[in-house]
């Protein structure tokens, strides 16, 4: 039987898209009544201001709800390293053969930023855990480098090899 | 065979380094919550001795009848720059500072829901004071039209008009971006488990506050820019002579400034929600109610800005509404003191500095709800409007209410934050003698107001004389018991005794899973809430 590992990385979203519509919608009533009714005395500079703020409110909301939506799959068969990414509605889907596959902690050019983690081989790589925190990434590069096994190593072809 | 590895984490995360960096760029670059909270607090603590000095200023001259040490113009400035300092450099950060520290480790989340954003509305602040406090220098000094900036005079403004303007334009635009990243933290970042009724009273204050910060902000940059446009654009939003009414101004400032109010008070009632029932050692007394009665407040907060100005001429109808509705805030606001004493009633209860501080928070804010309800009666209020009984009012709801709370809310975190417990011993000095020293500060200005002495004068009649000596005395022991404040917290940054985890006996809340000092990434897998 072969043994597959599989490494979810989801990120923790608790509001889903209606709740943050409806939220939404109750700060831009409330904020549009207000500006309204200055613009019917003749204030009309505060509707700019509303108008603004709930621009940036529903950007905000929406770039949440959409890394909310990002979701990874990296599964570890005997011969395979198959990696599935969700943002949203799309779909990727990369596999590699698990024997030429590596995992690479690639450090940021500027200091301070953040790490890349890529997983891959004969020079295609993908990254993963983009939305991890920085000991977070350290941590599964780790992981990921013990259940893949480093190059050449693989169940499928220890087996061949017996 | 398969084996699965599921790894839960947040979201938010891909812009955070390695640690602290070192030097002057990990402040300058940091995106990490702690690190952004930590300098809200520092900054508000700076200005809160800023402004406190000019608070100094003011009743030292205020200390004997008869011009002393300062010019009428400056004391002008002085009352001016005191109020802005206090309301946007002193109170909102320190409670933007506080959301920053405990909301995520509160909801259970690793950071804020966007750290940049949370760097860049830190940094913004510093650049509007040092706008703000640069027009000191400046030809015919700094604005004196008091922080309400009421039209026509606020226009009599020398050069520093439009940088008072631009910075209240810096200030706001730094309160929304930290409202909104607040808002998008609660709702989005809250751990498995953690549903709206289960988070704890100050992540929920905060949340209605944030909103509370949406809706009226725009409204104070809109009034703001029409001054502007009014002065230097040829617009007559609020000239006579163009056909444009300032008292309109003084309704589009209270319609931002009232819930303004709230947006200081409302995070200082989650911090006594946090704190009482922990020394208490029982849970909050109607959670359910306390959260109600903040939304209730919050709504309520929309429709009584005309009673700050009931003189202004409105018609009685107008008089009466606005009346009535401000009583009804009476309601939630008894609810929410109800609601801390039934949490204390046969609590067994230990009075460690924290407690202290919100026990005289619960007494002493209710003073200053006891006046504001005599300024709510609109014929009364006519005799008070203006005098030093507003001023006495509005004190006692800011200072030993909001101030009071944040400083409750430091001494209960800070073991958290440094992993030290501070002296108590000091603790307790700071707390009695800022306690008593506050009330001989603003209590005798009840007097004063109701014996008519008008507020923002620099000079009084004698039969004022005596409360006022006494209120300056108070003023400055208040005003130097702050330096042992600023002693406390230096020295428990420094080191003393460890704090556990735990820091006080079986407190509620994710923040006190985690050890002290809480770590610089403090959950790397989200805590599952049951």
């Known amino acids: 039987m072969q043994c597959v590992r599989v490494f979810e990385y989801r990120p923790n979203c608790s509001l889903n898209p209606q709740s943050a519509a409806i939220f939404f919608a109750v700060v831009a009533v409330t904020s549009l009544l207000v500006a309204a009714y200055f613009v019917t005395l003749g204030l009309w500079p505060v509707l700019p201001f509303a108008g603004l703020e709930l621009t940036a409110l529903g950007a905000v909301l929406l770039h949440s709800l959409r890394r909310g939506r990002w979701h990874e799959i990296v599964s570890v068969s005997d011969g395979r390293v198959e990696i599935d990414i969700f943002t949203g509605r799309a779909r990727r889907k990369i596999g590699f053969p698990r024997a030429w596959t590596q995992v690479e902690l690639r450090r940021a050019p500027i200091s301070g930023h953040p790490s890349h983690l890529f997983i891959g081989s004969q020079g295609r790589f993908v990254e993963i855990g983009r939305h991890l925190t920085e000991d977070e990434r350290r941590e599964q590069e780790k992981k990921l480098k013990r259940a893949i096994g480093g190059m050449g190593q693989s169940p499928e072809f220890e087996r061949v090899g017996e | ?530």
């Open chain 2, 1 to 530: 065979m398969s084996t699965a590895e599921h790894h839960v984490a947040d979201h938010a995360h891909d812009d955070h380094d390695h640690g602290p960096a070192k030097g002057i760029m990990r402040w300058l670059t940091t995106t990490n919550h702690k690190d952004i909270g930590t300098m809200y607090l520092v900054f508000a603590l700076i200005m809160f001795l800023t402004g406190g000095t000019m608070a100094l200023v003011i009743r030292a001259e205020l200390f004997q009848p008869g011009l002393q040490l300062v010019e009428p113009a400056f004391f002008n400035q002085m009352t001016t720059m005191h109020a802005l300092i206090m309301v946007f450099g002193a109170v909102m950060p320190a409670t933007v500072g506080l959301a920053n520290w405990m909301i995520p480790m509160m909801v259970g989340a690793p950071d804020m829901a966007l750290p940049r954003m949370n760097n860049w509305s830190f940094w913004i602040l510093p650049v509007a004071f040092t706008l703000l406090l640069s027009t000191l220098l400046m030809p015919g000094g700094a604005p004196a039209a008091g922080w309400t900036m009421y039209p026509p005079l606020v226009q009599q403004t020398g050069d520093a008009f439009p940088f008072m303007v631009f910075s209240i334009h810096l200030m706001g635009a730094s309160s929304i971006m930290g409202a909104i990243n607040i808002i998008v933290t609660i709702m989005n970042m809250r751990a498995p488990g953690m549903t709206l009724l289960k988070m704890p009273l100050f992540v929920w204050t905060w949340l209605i506050t944030a909103y509370l910060l949406i809706a009226v902000m725009p409204v104070l940059a809109g009034g703001v820019t029409m001054l502007l446009t009014d002065q230097y654009f040829g617009t007559t939003f609020f000239r006579a002579d163009g056909g444009g009414d300032p008292v309109m101004f003084q309704h589009i400032f209270w319609f931002f400034g009232h819930p303004e109010v709230y947006i200081m008070i409302l995070p200082a009632f989650g911090i006594i929600s946090e704190i009482i029932p922990t020394f208490s050692r029982k849970p909050l007394f109607g959670y359910e109610s306390m959260v109600y009665a903040t939304a209730s407040i919050a709504f309520l907060s929309f429709i009584v800005w005309a009673h700050h100005m009931f003189t202004v001429g409105m018609p009685l109808a107008g008089e009466l509404f606005f009346m009535f509705s401000t009583m009804l805030i009476a309601v939630p606001t008894g609810v929410k003191v109800f609601n801390w004493i039934s949490t204390m009633w046969r609590g067994a209860m230990t009075f460690e500095t924290p407690m202290l501080f919100s026990i005289a928070f619960v007494i002493l804010f209710t003073i200053g709800g006891f006046s504001g309800l005599m300024l709510a009666i609109a014929p009364a209020d006519f005799q008070y409007h203006d005098s030093y009984f507003v001023v006495a009012h509005f004190h006692y709801v800011l200072v030993p209410g909001a101030v009071f709370a944040i400083m409750a809310g430091v001494y209960y975190w800070l073991p958290k934050w440094t992993g030290h417990m501070y002296s108590e011993k000091l603790g307790k000095l700071h707390f009695w003698i800022s306690t008593i020293s506050v009330n001989v500060l603003f209590f005798p200005q009840h007097f004063l107001g109701l014996a008519g002495m008008p507020r923002r004068i620099p000079d009084y009649n004698t039969q004022f004389a005596d409360f006022n000596m006494i209120s300056s005395i108070g003023a400055f022991v208040f005003g130097f018991s702050q330096l042992l404040f600023v002693y406390i917290i230096w020295r428990c940054v420094k080191g003393g005794e460890p704090a556990t985890a735990e820091v006080w006996e079986s407190p509620a809340g994710l923040e006190w899973t985690v050890p002290s000092p809480a770590p610089y990434h403090t959950f790397d897998v989200a805590p599952e809430v049951k």
